[in-house]
C-alpha cells in the first residue's frame, strides 16, 4: 500500500522519540574496539584489530552487549539529529524541534575531539582499524568533522546565530591546516580522512570537504575558501568514471570497496552543495550523468537500495537514507518521479520496527534486526525530515 506524509510524519516522529530516550547514545557499526575484552586480545596488532572488527561487524546478531561494548555518543550521529529537527521546524513550524536541535548543538560543542589541533574538529568515540589507517578514540577525521559543520549551517541559516558560523569558521582551520594533503596541483587538491601519515584517497572526504569551505566562503564572501572548494571539488570530478560513477578510492584498487551507495550519494549531495552555494553550473552535466547512474545501478525497482554496482545484497537502511536524501530533492522529484516514494515505502515495510527504530540490513536471506543509532536511526530522520519538507513544497 502506497504511504502517505501523515504515515511518514509518524514514523519520522517515533524515531525522533526513540532516540531521545535513548539518550543518543549508541553502539555503531565500527565500535568493536570498545569492548575491553577484544582490545585486551586483539587491540595491538594492525591485522588482529581489522579482523575483530570486521567479524563482530558482520554477525548476524548484535554481539556488544556481550563483549561488554559501552553505549557511546557520535557526533556524526548527533549532526544528522540535528539536520532532520531542524528540517521539521522548516516544514511544520513546532518549536520542539527546534529547542530540541539547538540543545544538540551544544551538546555537539561538548563533544570535539581533544588535543592541540587548529581548529574545531569531531571524531568518533571508538578505536578505529581501517585497511589504510588506524585512528585511536576520538581522533576528529574529516567527515565527521563535515557533517558537524553542516549541523551548524543549518542552525545558522535558520536561526541567523552568529556562534553557529564562527564554528565552522575554526573548523575551516581543521581541514586547512591539521589533514594530510595528498595532492596538490594548481587545479586540484586532496586532502586525508584524518591528521594522520595516510595515503589512501577516500574520494568523498574532499568534496565533503569542499561543500563545507563552498557554503562558508559564500557567507562570508571569501575568495580564498571558493578557490579552495573549488579545487577540491575538481579533484573528485576529474575521476568520474565513463559511466558517471565514482569508485570509493583513488586509485579504485586501494580498497575493496567499489562504487558503493551511499558514498555515491554523498559526493551528488556535496557537489550540488558546492554548486549551489558558488553560483556555479560547470558540472552539472556530471552531476545528472552521476545521478542517473545512481538511480539506475545503486537501487532496484522496489526502492531497494543495492550494496555496490556490482553487487545487490545486502540491502543497508544507510544507502536507503541517502537514496531518500538525494531523490527528494526538487529537480530529482521531476526528472526521477515516485523513486524516493519508493525508497521510503520499501524502508518503513521492510526495516522499520513501530517502536520507533530501524533495522540495520537486509541479507539475501535474513534481517539484522538490531539498530546502531547513527548508522540507522539518525539517518533515517535525516532523509525523512527532508522527504517531508521537499513533499510539502510541492504540494504548495
Request: proline share 5%; with cysteine; net charge positive.
Amino acid at each position: 500500500m502506497p504511504i502517505d506524509t501523515v504515515a511518514v510524519r509518524r514514523v519520522l516522529d517515533q524515531t525522533l522519540n526513540w532516540s531521545r530516550e535513548q539518550d543518543y547514545r549508541e553502539y555503531t557499526k565500527h565500535d568493536a574496539l570498545n569492548s575491553p575484552l577484544l582490545w585486551a586480545l586483539f587491540g595491538h596488532h594492525r591485522l588482529a584489530r581489522i579482523l575483530a572488527t570486521q567479524a563482530v561487524m558482520r554477525f548476524p546478531l548484535n554481539l556488544r552487549p556481550v563483549l561488554g561494548v559501552p553505549k557511546s555518543e557520535n557526533p556524526k550521529g548527533l549532526a544528522l539529529f540535528v539536520m532532520a529537527l531542524f528540517d521539521c521546524y522548516r516544514a511544520f513550524g513546532e518549536e520542539r524541534y527546534r529547542r530540541e536541535a539547538e540543545r544538540l548543538l551544544e551538546r555537539l560543542l561538548t563533544l570535539r575531539s581533544p588535543g592541540n589541533w587548529c581548529g574545531a574538529c569531531w571524531g568518533y568515540q571508538y578505536p578505529w582499524q581501517d585497511l589504510g589507517f588506524f585512528a585511536p578514540k576520538a581522533t576528529p577525521n574529516a567527515v565527521v568533522t563535515a557533517f558537524v559543520c553542516e549541523a551548524f549551517l543549518q542552525g545558522y541559516r535558520v536561526l541567523g546565530k552568529t556562534e553557529y558560523r564562527q564554528v565552522v569558521e575554526s573548523a575551516t582551520d581543521f581541514f586547512l591546516n591539521d589533514l594530510t594533503v595528498l595532492k596538490k596541483t594548481d587545479e586540484e587538491l586532496c586532502l586525508a580522512y584524518m591528521p594522520l601519515t595516510m595515503q589512501m584517497r577516500v574520494m568523498d572526504v574532499s568534496i565533503l570537504i569542499a561543500a563545507v569551505l563552498a557554503q562558508l566562503g559564500a557567507i562570508n564572501s571569501e575568495i580564498r575558501l571558493q578557490e579552495t572548494a573549488w579545487k577540491l571539488a575538481r579533484y573528485v570530478m576529474n575521476r568520474q568514471t565513463g559511466e558517471g560513477a565514482w569508485f570509493y578510492t583513488d586509485p579504485p584498487g586501494d580498497s575493496p570497496v567499489k562504487i558503493d551507495n551511499y558514498h555515491t550519494g554523498f559526493i551528488l549531495d556535496a557537489l550540488e552543495r558546492v554548486m549551489t552555494a558558488l553560483n556555479r553550473n560547470d558540472w552539472r552535466e556530471n552531476y545528472l550523468f552521476g545521478t542517473a547512474f545512481y538511480a539506475a545501478r545503486l537501487f532496484n525497482e522496489d526502492g531497494s537500495p543495492k550494496w555496490m554496482s556490482h553487487q545487490d545484497y545486502p540491502h543497508d537502511v544507510h544507502g536507503a537514507a541517502q537514496g531518500i536524501l538525494t531523490f527528494s530533492q526538487p529537480r530529482h522529484l521531476q526528472l526521477y518521479p515516485g523513486l524516493a516514494t519508493r525508497i521510503v515505502e520499501w524502508a518503513v515495510t521492510r526495516l522499520y520496527n513501530p517502536e520507533g527504530r530501524f533495522y540495520y540490513q537486509q541479507t539475501r536471506f535474513y534481517t539484522k534486526k538490531f539498530t546502531f543509532l547513527r548508522w540507522c536511526n539518525a539517518w533515517m530522520c535525516r532523509a525523512l525530515a527532508s522527504y517531508l519538507l521537499h513533499s510539502r513544497h510541492e504540494e504548495h
